[in-house]
Structure formats: C-alpha cells, structure tokens
C-alpha cells in the first residue's frame, strides 16, 4: 500500500489554511491517505531566522493581498483574524489529543479550528472557543480542556515540532510524498503531477 502524504502546518499559517481545503481531496485521487501534523513556526523560525510573512518589509502587504486571493481562486472563505500571528499551542495539543482516539476527529477538529480562524476571523487561542470546537466533534469537554494543560500533549507537540525539523521542515504548508518534500500551497499543482507522473 502507498504510504500517506505528510501535511506539516501550523494553525496560525494562512497558506496552510488554503492548502488544509484541498490536500485530502488531491491524496485520494491518487489513492494516498494524509497524516495531519500540526507543528509551531515559532520554533521553527528560531531555526531559521525567518520571521511571520506579515511583518516583513514589502513581503507583509503582497501575501496579505495574496492570502485573500489565493481564497478567492479557490472558491474558501477569507477573513484575516484581528490578531496575527496567533499562538496555536492548544488547538495543536487538542488536535493530537484527539488524533490518539479517533483520527477523523482530529481532522475534523483540524478543519473547523482552522475556519473559524481564517474562515471567520474569529480568537481560536480561547480555549472555551476550542472546547466548543471539540464537543462538536464528539470530545467530552471536561477531557478535552484538561487535555490541554497535559504535560504528555505538551510533549507530543514538542516532539513532533523537533521531528518536523529534524526532517528539513521550515515552513507551513509543507507536505511530504514519500521522502519527497514540498513546501508552499502553491506547490500543490506539482504534488498532484508528482503522484500522477510517479515523480521525474
């Protein structure tokens, strides 16, 4: 069996965002799963030196413009929350909490967080927004907000951050195909003929 692609992304990425509407539809042509593994740019820019594409000179305003845009070509809705970047240390633990009972959930969870961010706008750091999010996936609340606080979930997410980097991750979208790596939503077109072409 093809092994799933790997979907690196950060909950406060806009471009992950974008590509979290299309990446399952574009594995399953190919008859491929998709692992979700949300990680935390904070640290990984620590790595690199990068900083939010917001508050970069000339860069910031183009992919704010570019954000918007992109959503429009997609048919996604797009409203930039008040406060960018955000930190997205909780939704990410719930998202592994929940992948450890039902990984559908999660992904449900995934989806819903990640439009309520930049589909509505809205704070997705309040934790009684993310507890609502949760139940409405089948988590038990009580669970799912002490689950945030867990030193295990705190772990999990350090973990797979460390392991992100250790793999060559440095941005969000990034996707893996097999040991293939893919950064950016605008690389989703290559993906798709990758998996098609078997690579070239």
Do not use: C
Not at 92 to 106: C, H, K, N, T, V
Not at 155 to 179: H, K, M, N, W, Y
């Amino acid at each position: 069996m093809n092994a799933p692609l790997d979907f690196y992304f950060d909950f406060s990425s806009p471009y992950g965002y974008l590509a979290s509407h299309r990446i399952d539809a574009l594995a399953r042509r190919h008859g491929r799963r998709v692992r979700w593994r949300p990680i935390l740019l904070g640290v990984v820019f620590r790595v690199t030196g990068q900083t939010p594409l917001t508050g970069q000179n000339l860069r910031g305003p183009y992919h704010e413009r570019d954000f918007a845009r992109s959503a429009r070509r997609l048919g996604v809705a797009f409203t930039m929350p008040s406060t960018f970047p955000f930190p997205a240390q909780a939704a990410s633990r719930g998202f592994y909490w929940l992948s450890e009972r039902d990984a559908e959930a999660s992904v449900a969870f995934a989806k819903t967080v990640y439009h309520a961010a930049f589909g509505e706008g809205q704070n997705v750091t309040d934790l009684d927004r993310l507890e609502t999010i949760a139940s409405s996936v089948g988590a038990d609340r009580a669970e799912f907000r002490k689950a945030l606080a867990d030193p295990m979930m705190k772990d999990r997410l350090r973990e797979e951050t460390d392991s992100a980097i250790a793999r060559g991750v440095f941005g969000s979208p990034f996707v893996f195909v097999d040991d293939e790596p893919f950064w950016g939503h605008d690389r989703f077109d290559q993906i798709d003929e990758w998996l098609q072409r078997g690579g070239w």
